[in-house]
């Protein structure tokens, strides 16, 4: 009987995806109603096509456009709808150098 001794290969299903990331700076340049986007605990959402459709309107999400909006998005006390709903705008991850609370 034939031993098979080669590595076996997961699945793509446990396989980590691989997410793309962006530093503060690459973030800060996608700052106005043409190119929104926003970090939420260090993930990055594309909410360009969203400012239309935000139920308080496009203009608290522009307040933030470009930055860091954890604190303001988790004080306004949004839904887990709305929670759920980010995450399609989601494109990746800040880099590990400019992720805020890093050990």
């Not at 459709?53 to 004080?75: C, S, W």
Request: include cysteine.
């Amino acid at each position: 009987m034939e031993q098979n001794n080669s590595k076996r290969e997961l699945p793509p299903l446990f396989e980590k995806p691989v997410h793309k990331q962006y530093s503060r700076t690459e973030v800060s340049n996608h700052c106005d109603a043409s190119s929104c986007w926003i970090v939420l605990d260090n993930k990055i959402y594309d909410v360009t096509e969203f400012l239309s459709k935000h139920p308080g309107g496009p203009d608290i999400i522009l307040e933030n456009a470009g930055r860091d909006a954890t604190v303001p998005f988790k004080d306004k006390g949004h839904s887990m709808d709305a929670i759920r709903l980010i995450d399609q705008y989601y494109i990746g991850d800040l880099t590990v150098s400019d992720r805020l609370g890093r050990h």
